[in-house]
């Protein structure tokens, strides 16, 4: 019940990884043509779920923080950022690490209260981390921070994979999401997004070797020519078994269709909340997974947790979420767990 976290691998993750070490044993230094044709297939993957009709426009990276950074070194001066209190711990930490360093100038609001109108960089979730609200406004705000002047990053995480998404369609600057959750792609499977046009004339210092025109050259021209489109936003030498491992949790859920997955999610939660009156998150105005507040939230997981069934508190929200491999007992078991240390919690 906690497939909003840590998402549960297809089998075939393993052979590929396990593929791609075999590789690294084999070939040596010729490992990289695989392990290079895996991080393609990855941008194109990721492209298709989101609708971008560029694959280098998605940029990989080992997390969403490392895309919201390369975003802010990459805006002149000191730029002014609008974002949210409800943005997940990383992305709040680094936009208030900046600030305290002088970097940006910040201010943060309740997300129903964002005001796009006077900022450079607006930084928003689609779907809120601790309660799984849904920002319903979003070609409204987008539209009107476009209007001022700013640019617009969108925080996907809780989104793609989870309901249909279309970033050229939104006309979101930047996105930033992985493949940790609901996508069953493990940690460091992460990307940026940075849309069709701005990719090719923006530029970050958050660069490396193979930002370059022609890396494998090792030309050093003045000044530093970059690369084409989204390969000028890669770093250095990268990672490469996240791509990997992140495959087959993309076309298990592309050839599912995110639709499909949808309208399963929602008649889940709709009757994990009939069994769990307390519960919040039925309906289409909610991402994948329910929540109980509760102000000891942290001890009610554990004590769930200590009874086999896997759930998370961010806060005072108890976060519940089933998945395709999520039976109707298993829904009926955590519901009646959750039920009686309530019951138990509110006796005492």
Request: glycine share 8%.
């Amino acid at each position: 019940m906690a497939n909003h976290s840590l998402g549960r691998p297809p089998d075939r993750m393993a052979e590929d990884v396990r593929a791609a070490l075999d590789a690294w044993y084999r070939d040596m230094d010729g490992a990289w043509t695989a392990w290079l044709e895996a991080r393609e297939k990855f941008r194109r993957l990721t492209a298709q779920l989101l609708r971008v009709p560029q694959a280098d426009c998605i940029i990989p990276k080992t997390s969403a923080g490392q895309g919201l950074r390369a975003v802010l070194n990459a805006l002149p001066g000191k730029p002014r950022v609008a974002t949210t209190d409800g943005e997940f711990d990383s992305i709040d930490f680094i936009l208030r690490v900046y600030r305290d360093r002088g970097r940006i100038e910040l201010r943060m609001t309740p997300w129903r209260d964002l005001d796009p109108t006077d900022a450079t960089l607006v930084v928003l979730s689609t779907v809120m981390f601790r309660t799984g609200e849904v920002v319903k406004h979003l070609p409204r705000l987008i539209h009107d921070a476009h209007a001022a002047g700013a640019l617009v990053m969108l925080d996907v995480y809780h989104h793609a994979g989870v309901m249909p998404i279309d970033l050229k369609a939104l006309g979101a600057d930047f996105a930033i999401g992985g493949s940790y959750k609901y996508l069953r792609g493990g940690p460091g499977a992460c990307w940026l997004y940075v849309r069709p046009g701005l990719v090719d004339s923006m530029r970050t210092i958050d660069t490396g070797w193979y930002a370059k025109k022609y890396p494998f050259l090792y030309a050093r021209p003045e000044p530093p020519e970059f690369g084409t489109g989204g390969d000028a936003w890669l770093e250095s030498t990268p990672p490469v078994l996240p791509c990997v491992q992140a495959l087959a949790g993309l076309e298990l859920t592309l050839e599912l269709g995110v639709k499909r997955l949808r309208e399963y999610s929602l008649a889940q939660k709709t009757m994990l909340c009939d069994l769990l009156p307390r519960a919040s998150g039925v309906g289409a105005d909610y991402g994948a997974f329910v929540t109980v507040r509760h102000p000891d939230a942290v001890h009610l997981a554990q004590e769930i947790e200590a009874r086999g069934i896997k759930v998370d508190a961010r806060g005072e929200y108890l976060r519940l979420c089933p998945d395709i491999l999520t039976s109707e007992y298993d829904l009926e078991r955590a519901a009646a767990t959750v039920r009686a240390l309530l019951a138990a919690k509110k006796s005492r």
